[in-house]
């Protein structure tokens, strides 16, 4: 593909931080023709307008897609099936319907069911963010260098997916295409394990003494700031990945409290043997996250350094 429009209207339902920043790349590049987005909030539409990331707004999800070409589910996962019902009637023949949440298996069982035959559901996840949430959080780098993972189903149109792809090239990613269970297997154990280990650290702050909370608080090394960084992140949308990918993280959870149980007898036993090797181990892991260019997380432009 080589001519700048990519579709000629595009509507987010949903308009956060991954989706505004996904039409700042648009606006920037010239890659719609429209784009329209939808919110349940007015505050959050006219902050949309206000920032010139949307042609036009509505809080209608079906008036939304009335003529979309690219309809882009940017809401927490636990909302998809409602919207998918509401948006399925109206959505024009070879339309393409993409999402940017992190759990890939729910969100086809919730939408793919709810749209017509004619129209194309290409699931997407953007392994991207930050701990801030909204339109106003959006910034147009934030997808460069990072990857996409698409998790098409086998019946699939494989135009609508490398239209997808190109979108997302054009904001600076790398594609991956994979299994929508293997997603969410890889995704409990890189993502959504650590956030639910974050909160838990952090939840466990919040029930100390009020003169030890202060001090921890006060005294907090980059260990437990970067916990309170994922902590941050907005409840709602987590809640939903928690429940939407049970299994998965169950299963993870299994295998590392089995590790932590070993790690506890081997602090117990005094096995420095066993922990200098167990630390060794992981120390490669760490490498070759900074060997793919993945351990700085992006940032907006201007951002201060801490």
């Not at 509401?86 to 919730?110: C, E, F, N, Q, Y």
């Not at 054009?170 to 993502?191: C, F, P, W, Y």
């Amino acid at each position: 593909m080589t001519e700048t429009i990519l579709f000629d209207r595009i509507a987010f339902i949903g308009i956060g931080l991954i989706g505004s920043s996904l039409a700042r790349v648009i606006r920037r590049d010239g890659l719609a023709g429209h784009i329209v987005a939808c919110a349940r909030s007015e505050a959050t539409l006219k902050t949309v307008m206000d920032l010139g990331l949307a042609d036009s707004v509505t809080n209608d999800p079906a008036e939304a897609v009335d003529g979309a070409d690219l309809v882009v589910l940017g809401t927490p996962i636990g909302a998809y099936e409602a919207i998918a019902k509401a948006i399925g009637p109206v959505l024009k023949k070879g339309a393409i319907v993409t999402d940017v949440g992190s759990v890939k298996r729910m969100a086809i069982d919730a939408v793919k069911p709810h749209l017509p035959p004619d129209v194309s559901l290409v699931p997407g996840h953007p392994v991207a963010g930050t701990e801030n949430s909204g339109p106003e959080s959006g910034f147009d780098t934030l997808f460069v260098n990072r990857w996409v993972i698409l998790t098409p189903t086998p019946d699939t149109s494989a135009d609508a997916v490398e239209k997808v792809a190109e979108l997302w090239r054009r904001a600076g990613s790398n594609i991956e295409i994979m299994d929508a269970g293997h997603h969410d297997q890889v995704l409990a154990i890189t993502s959504h394990v650590p956030h639910l280990i974050a909160y838990t650290i952090v939840g466990t702050v919040t029930d100390l003494e009020d003169v030890l909370k202060s001090e921890v608080i006060k005294f907090a090394a980059s260990g437990f700031r970067d916990f309170t960084r994922i902590a941050a992140s907005d409840p709602i949308m987590w809640r939903d990945i928690f429940l939407s990918n049970r299994d998965a993280v169950l299963e993870m959870l299994g295998r590392l409290t089995e590790d932590i149980s070993a790690l506890q007898r081997a602090i117990r036993d005094g096995d420095g043997a066993y922990m200098e090797d167990k630390f060794t181990r992981t120390r490669a892991i760490r490498r070759g996250v900074v060997d793919a260019g993945q351990h700085i997380p992006p940032k907006p432009p201007g951002t201060p350094k801490p």
